[in-house]
């Protein structure tokens, strides 16, 4: 399955300055693995020392949140998935 990571502008540096990466998986989660594999250095800005997702990240399929599943969410041949830093503040 081909799935697209459009990854956030923060993230080039770690996939060499691609903006679109092609993986393949059937979730959120293979897809991310996937990415992982083909861009080893880019775990540590997507998980926690326990292999969770950060908190201040946020997954996108085609355009609509994955939460609350994130990582088990569904995905199909030829979906987008969009990497973004969720920014907090007061």
Known sequence: MSIEI?????????TKGQQVVEVNGS??????????????????GLFDGNGKLHSYIGIYVNGESAYPEVLAKPVKDRDKLHIIFLIGGG
Do not use: A, E, N
């Open 6 to 14: 459009d990854v956030s502008l923060l993230s080039h540096q770690y």
């Open 27 to 44: 979730t959120v989660g293979q897809c991310l693995d996937d990415l992982v594999k083909q861009f080893p250095s880019i775990k540590q």
